[in-house]
Nanobody, 116 residues
Framework: QVQLVESGGGLVQAGGSLRLSCAASGSIFSINVRGWYRQAPGKQRELVATISRGGSTNYADSVKGRFTISRDNTKNTVYLQMNSLKPEDTAVYYC??????????WGQGTQVTVSS
């Protein structure tokens, strides 16, 4: 089992920045890919960014050039630096970990609200 705890959400004006953190505990040796997803009201959950154990990253087109995913393996923590935030970035952001056998682990979610 893997436990994920997110922090760092909040309210920010358009153009501002926020940094989300996701700390993992438990069977972290089984995790291959870490990532962030988001879900806006009335919409499906969508991928924001992922980072592999080796550091390879992948971003949704809508956040490329504005968001940066990174990881600190010594702290078992993944970060999402969000710059130039837009009202359409408003959503609940979920931390994800993909483990052995394709098992997905999810955090509890953290609200990000961007005001115009």
């Amino acid at each position: 089992q893997v436990q994920l705890v997110e922090s760092g959400g909040g309210l920010v004006q358009a153009g501002g920045s926020l940094r989300l953190s996701c700390a993992a505990s438990g069977s972290i040796f089984s995790i291959n890919v870490r990532g962030w997803y988001r879900q806006a009201p009335g919409k499906q959950r969508e991928l924001v960014a992922t980072i592999s154990r080796g550091g390879s990253t992948n971003y949704a087109d809508s956040v490329k050039g504005r968001f940066t995913i990174s990881r600190d393996n010594t702290k078992n923590t993944v970060y999402l630096q969000m710059n130039s935030l837009k009202p359409e970035d408003t959503a609940v952001y979920y931390c994800n970990a993909l483990g052995l056998g394709g098992i997905n682990y999810w955090g509890q979610g953290t609200q990000v609200t961007v005001s115009s």
